[in-house]
């Protein structure tokens, strides 16, 4: 068998602060996950995305840390550059740390870069001639 992708899996400080982020961009998680030490969602394609605690994490790993920086992005497509305003706007209203605000980039595409509560980068993208600019 040849391997594939089935999981991106994130560490996590709060649950419930890091699943509110998720949420506000459209990841469907239920509000039980809030209490939980691990959720995961099956998206659309069927990739699973995965939370977990730290406390969790150092049940089976007892040495590990957090790295400094971002290695690994989730991108997400906003459907218009205007959504990727939008998204920023809601995102960074709500108090979740902003770090490159929207720029029409030289590849084509409307981006910016948010932080996610446990410092993960996600990118917000669309194509810069997509409708709603």
Same mark, same amino acid.
């Given at each position: 068998?040849?391997?594939?992708?089935?999981?991106?899996? &994130?560490?996590?400080?709060?649950?419930?602060?890091?699943?509110?982020?998720? +949420?506000? &961009?459209?990841?469907?998680?239920?509000?039980?996950?809030?209490?939980?030490?691990?959720?995961?969602?099956?998206?659309?394609?069927? &990739? +699973?995305? @995965?939370? *977990? #605690?730290?406390?969790?994490?150092?049940?089976?790993?007892?040495?590990?840390?957090?790295? #400094?920086?971002? +290695?690994?992005?989730? @991108?997400? *497509?906003?459907?218009?550059?205007?959504?990727?305003?939008?998204?920023? @706007?809601? &995102?960074?209203?709500?108090?979740?740390?902003?770090?490159?605000?929207? =720029?029409?980039?030289? =590849?084509?595409?409307?981006?910016?870069?948010?932080?996610?509560?446990?410092?993960? @980068?996600?990118?917000?993208?669309?194509?810069?001639?997509?409708?709603?600019?």
């Amino acid at each position: 068998m040849t391997p594939r992708i089935d999981m991106i899996g &994130l560490v996590v400080a709060d649950m419930a602060t890091s699943l509110a982020f998720y +949420r506000r &961009l459209g990841v469907g998680l239920p509000a039980v996950g809030d209490t939980q030490p691990h959720v995961e969602v099956t998206l659309a394609g069927g &990739l +699973r995305l @995965a939370w *977990d #605690t730290v406390e969790t994490v150092r049940s089976f790993d007892p040495g590990w840390t957090p790295a #400094t920086g971002s +290695r690994v992005a989730l @991108a997400f *497509d906003c459907g218009s550059p205007a959504g990727v305003d939008a998204v920023w @706007a809601e &995102l960074t209203e709500a108090g979740f740390a902003g770090h490159l605000k929207p =720029w029409d980039a030289f =590849w084509g595409q409307r981006y910016a870069v948010v932080h996610d509560p446990d410092g993960n @980068a996600v990118d917000l993208f669309a194509a810069s001639n997509a409708s709603g600019a």
